[in-house]
């Protein structure tokens, strides 16, 4: 085989390799953000500034935590990243114009203890619940789910309290937790958004 054959070989796997899109992330950060303007578009625009994310495109994916994902800073997630860049991100998000009415948006994660598996995120939105009733009930709702798949046994009508004590034991579990952002509608009617995300980087 000539030299310039085996080049061409060589050149020609490596564009094999590089066709082959790696599309699981290796880390992900989590962030929330509010905002407010007389347009409900503007005010989810001013969330996403808020939340540190508004120069990217933000492309919404379901609620799988992938295998070996590392859970890193949000400062240290923007370090990695370019405005314009295209970015997965499990979102929640909730708006109302309605004066005084209390809107929550949250994200739960649940992590297994082997890193061979895979976790569990979710979303939820409310109206009326504080940022702790919100936040417990989308990382319940994550946790539950992890729990399902590992085949943990427990009753799914006891507290969130009571479930974690289980899963502690089973020690399978290695961290369940949320993030979210509450808000008041304005006073004088403007709308008001609220976004909770989990942001994915491959």
Same mark, same amino acid.
């Given at each position: 085989m000539t030299k310039l054959k085996q080049r061409f070989?060589?050149?020609?796997? %490596?564009?094999? =390799?590089? &066709? =082959?899109?790696?599309?699981?992330? &290796? =880390?992900?950060?989590?962030t929330k953000g509010v905002g407010k303007d007389r347009e409900k578009l503007t005010s989810f625009e001013r969330?996403?500034?808020?939340?540190?994310?508004?120069?990217?495109?933000?492309?919404?994916?379901?609620?799988?935590?992938?295998?070996?994902?590392? $859970?890193?800073?949000k400062t240290e997630g923007l370090s990695y990243l370019k405005p314009g860049q295209i970015l997965f991100v499990v979102m929640s998000? %909730?708006? +109302? %114009?309605?004066?005084?009415? $209390?809107? +929550?948006?949250?994200?739960?994660l649940a992590i297994p203890k082997d890193p061979n598996q895979y976790g569990y995120l979710s979303e939820h939105e409310s109206f009326g619940e504080t940022e702790e009733k919100a936040g417990d009930y989308a990382e319940d709702l994550a946790a539950t789910m992890l729990a399902t798949i590992l085949g943990l046994e427990f009753d799914p009508n006891s507290s969130y309290d009571e479930k974690k004590q289980i899963w502690r034991m089973s020690n399978q579990i290695i961290k369940t937790t949320n993030i979210t952002q509450s808000a008041i509608g304005d006073k004088n009617g403007l709308w008001t958004t609220v976004i909770a995300a989990a942001v994915f980087i491959l």
């Open positions: 070989l060589i050149i020609r796997q %490596n564009l094999k =390799k590089e &066709k =082959k899109l790696d599309l699981v992330p &290796k =880390k992900v950060f989590m969330a996403l500034r808020n939340a540190g994310i508004a120069q990217f495109n933000l492309v919404s994916i379901s609620s799988i935590f992938p295998p070996h994902c590392k $859970l890193i800073s998000k %909730n708006s +109302t %114009n309605e004066p005084h009415r $209390l809107i +929550t948006a949250s994200v739960g």
